[in-house]
């Protein structure tokens, strides 16, 4: 996984007004925190920041009074009126260290003709190396009857992760869609109405014949 490099500066100010503040000069508030160390609270540039956070379990390299620290993304707290970042928390990490992350399940191939499928948990908890963690767990799909369903267990894993998730649990379910009382009954009314209005043409060729 390549690292997001993001240009930090240290906050001074807090509390609302402050962060208001710097939301309007397009940075985020942030803080770094993990292994021991004291939290640092930062501003990070808006734009970069919100396409880094786009990227599911992406490491960032933060530049800091010319210092450099790997980190993930904890918690993203948004405004769910503007869709914008409110502030962020990044934890720290080391290379080669393990660290719980949750994965985004991605659905690969098709089902069997006339089953649908539906995903039952959308994302993995997996352990995986904290510089290399998969931002997507396959799973697949293809010639799946109805009837069938993939547990967490039964899928391949990213190189180096180590499930966390319940193995028994489904992730995806494929079956065969049942009509509903409603459009069995609607599919009669047409039928008969079809078969009513042909022999009403019936008829009426045979009276003018």
């Given at each position: 996984?390549?690292?997001?490099?993001?240009?930090?500066?240290?906050?001074?100010?807090?509390?609302?007004?402050?962060?208001?503040?710097?939301?309007?000069?397009?940075?985020?508030?942030?803080?770094?925190?993990?292994?021991?160390?004291?939290?640092?609270?930062?501003?990070?540039?808006?734009?970069?920041?919100?396409?880094?956070?786009?990227?599911?379990?992406?490491?960032f390299a933060i530049e800091l009074d010319g210092k450099t620290t790997l980190a993930i993304t904890?918690?993203?707290?948004?405004?769910?009126?503007?869709?914008?970042?409110?502030?962020?928390?990044?934890?720290?990490?080391?290379?080669?260290?393990?660290?719980?992350?949750?994965?985004?399940?991605?659905?690969?191939?098709?089902?069997?003709?006339?089953?649908?499928?539906?995903?039952?948990?959308?994302?993995?908890?997996?352990?995986?190396e904290a510089t290399h963690l998969p931002t997507e767990v396959q799973v697949s799909i293809e010639?799946?009857?109805?009837?069938?369903?993939?547990?967490?267990?039964?899928?391949?894993?990213?190189?180096?992760?180590?499930?966390?998730?319940?193995?028994?649990?489904?992730?995806?379910?494929?079956s065969v869609p049942h009509a509903s009382a409603e459009d069995v009954a609607a599919e009669e009314?047409?039928?008969?109405?079809?078969?009513?209005?042909?022999?009403?043409?019936?008829?009426?060729?045979?009276?003018?014949?």
């Amino acid at each position: 996984m390549s690292e997001v490099k993001l240009v930090a500066t240290t906050r001074t100010e807090f509390g609302k007004g402050a962060a208001r503040r710097l939301r309007r000069a397009h940075q985020v508030p942030a803080v770094l925190y993990g292994h021991g160390s004291d939290p640092l609270h930062v501003a990070l540039p808006g734009h970069e920041t919100m396409l880094a956070v786009k990227q599911a379990n992406a490491l960032f390299a933060i530049e800091l009074d010319g210092k450099t620290t790997l980190a993930i993304t904890k918690d993203v707290q948004r405004d769910v009126v503007k869709n914008t970042i409110e502030h962020v928390d990044l934890l720290i990490v080391t290379k080669g260290e393990k660290v719980s992350v949750d994965v985004p399940v991605t659905i690969v191939g098709e089902s069997a003709p006339g089953t649908i499928h539906v995903v039952e948990t959308q994302t993995l908890s997996l352990e995986a190396e904290a510089t290399h963690l998969p931002t997507e767990v396959q799973v697949s799909i293809e010639g799946l009857a109805g009837g069938s369903s993939v547990s967490a267990g039964d899928i391949e894993l990213p190189k180096g992760s180590v499930l966390l998730t319940d193995p028994e649990m489904t992730v995806v379910s494929v079956s065969v869609p049942h009509a509903s009382a409603e459009d069995v009954a609607a599919e009669e009314a047409a039928a008969e109405l079809a078969a009513s209005q042909s022999a009403a043409s019936a008829a009426a060729a045979e009276s003018e014949g």
